[in-house]
């Protein structure tokens, strides 16, 4: 039973209760206009109880045991007193039903623990979903308490950009041994790095990390970096629950990065930005959905498909007019 009141959901946010906490995230993610007006007063309401949290985006080649290296990382700082939330953005869910179950099964040891959360962010058929929703998401987790947020990215290609616009650390996970040592991975997510770490650098493959970690080093040297206050380093890392070295040192360094950008004013300007660019998110996916809801375009838009696959009508006529379909509205 879906209450319509935004205070229960607010006070069970800021009580820590995890059942309201699901049910909170679960009106972000629906597409009802009535939910979406019902979350939007309660993000609005829990705003000022966020901002406070280490946001910390993760993505990486196929086969760089991101899951894995999660769950080593988000182990380790529950037992350290954190509270963790994991966030996955997976713009290909609408094929594959983006299963909670599936994530947990993926970080089930992670997903045991009293403090820890773990939700997937369907895209809702776009990547502007993906960031719609991740970003409420992320806030709602923040004002439950949870002072550290890890976005992962499941998917691949633009789906990087959106998560690294919404942290303030964002991680590249690498693996050794897989031919170029660049490939995989485009240049445009090595230049959003603010670290590299080589994953599964334990066994026989210690020696072949530490070879890439140095091709990798050698590579970021041509690309500018994101801050004017940072150097991205690169680490190497095992996940292993026998071994796990390095995470430590990764956790060090991205609460390094934090003081330093804190310190010279970036942090905060860098989450002004990002605020704004959610904005004006929201205003591009308000206008899409206005666009797609007006009566006029949805009874002269068949139409004009045809006569464009034809070549019969122009793209730049036939969008001159849809558009001009909204003009005529507001004149009214």
């Not at 991101?66 to 966030?87: C, D, N, P, W, Y």
């Not at 660049?182 to 080589?198: F, P, S, Y």
């Not at 334990?202 to 890439?212: L, Y």
């Amino acid at each position: 039973m879906i209450s319509k009141s935004p205070q229960v959901y607010v006070q069970g946010v800021l009580s820590r209760d995890k059942r309201l906490l699901a049910k909170t995230i679960t009106l972000v993610e629906s597409s009802l206009a009535e939910h979406q007006i019902l979350a939007r007063k309660i993000v609005d309401e829990l705003l000022p109880k966020t901002g406070q949290a280490v946001r910390v985006g993760i993505t990486g080649v196929p086969g760089a045991g991101k899951s894995t290296f999660i769950e080593s990382l988000g182990t380790m700082l529950v037992r350290q007193g954190h509270k963790v939330a994991v966030l996955a953005v997976d713009p290909s869910s609408q094929r594959s039903g983006g299963s909670v179950l599936a994530d947990k099964t993926r970080m089930e040891k992670l997903a045991t623990l009293d403090n820890a959360f773990i939700r997937p962010s369907p895209s809702g058929g776009t990547l502007g979903g993906v960031a719609r929703k991740t970003r409420e998401t992320m806030l709602v987790c923040e004002a439950a308490g949870f002072d550290v947020m890890i976005v992962e990215t499941v998917g691949v290609g633009q789906s990087e950009t959106t998560v690294a616009s919404m942290v303030d650390f964002f991680l590249v996970l690498m693996i050794a041994g897989a031919g170029d040592e660049i490939q995989g991975i485009k240049k445009g997510v090595l230049e959003l790095a603010d670290a590299i770490a080589v994953n599964k650098a334990d066994g026989d493959n210690i020696v072949k990390a530490e070879k890439a970690r140095k091709q990798y080093e050698s590579a970021l040297h041509f690309l500018a970096p994101v801050s004017p206050n940072w150097t991205p380093p690169v680490m190497t890392c095992s996940s292993l629950e026998d071994q796990r070295t390095g995470i430590e040192e990764l956790w060090k360094t991205i609460l390094i990065h934090r003081e330093k950008l804190m310190a010279s004013g970036e942090l905060q300007a860098r989450r002004r930005k990002q605020a704004l660019d959610w904005m004006w998110s929201l205003v591009d996916e308000g206008l899409k959905t206005r666009f797609n809801e007006h009566p006029g375009v949805k009874k002269k838009l068949s139409g004009f498909l045809r006569e464009v696959e034809r070549g019969t009508k122009a793209p730049t006529i036939a969008a001159g007019e849809l558009l001009f379909l909204l003009d005529k509205e507001e004149a009214v």
